[in-house]
């Protein structure tokens, strides 16, 4: 009960600081639960992040390899298999383009043994025109 010389201000702090007192722990106890919750929402991304392993793709052992526009590196079987060519240009200049390498069958024929086989095997070599410079002529108005 108000006393008779206290102001209008002071009462109404006091019962302010009186209904503050009561609720006080119930807004302490739901602001920590939302802090904590937040907390380990946030170590729980991090955490995944961090242990977790890149997904790779599975090595797929290669068996066939063809000498095209495509390819870019040369499988270590094409390699042991060719003695020693490393790259795809020197694996194309002995081979041609468009070569099939396998794994556990025979070499294709080299360029050479292409042109000199009898039949319908050989291949003649590839010619290559230049060609001439297109000419155009200047627009007049």
């Known amino acids: 009960m108000p006393g008779p010389d206290q102001s209008i ?8 600081s009186r209904a503050m007192r009561t ?9 920590g639960e939302m802090a904590a919750k937040d907390l380990d929402g946030k170590l729980a991304v991090k955490g995944r992040r961090k242990g977790a392993r890149r997904a790779r793709a599975r090595k ?8 095209d526009r495509r390819a870019r590196r ?20 002995k081979y041609g ?8 069958k025979p070499l294709p024929p080299t360029i050479a043994a292409r042109r000199t086989a ?5 291949i003649a070599a590839r010619v290559v025109k230049a060609r001439p410079p297109v000419v155009r002529k200047a627009v007049t108005k």
């Open 60 to 67: 797929v052992e290669i068996t066939r390899w063809v000498a």
């Open 23 to 31: 609720i006080l722990p119930a807004i302490q106890r739901r602001i």
């Open 97 to 104: 383009e468009n070569a099939a390498f396998e794994k556990g």
């Open 118 to 122: 009898p039949g319908p095997v050989a």
């Open 9 to 16: 201000s002071d009462i109404i702090t006091d019962a302010v």
């Open 74 to 93: 040369v499988p270590t079987f094409v390699i042991e298999l060719t003695g020693g060519l490393d790259t795809k240009k020197k694996v194309v200049a």
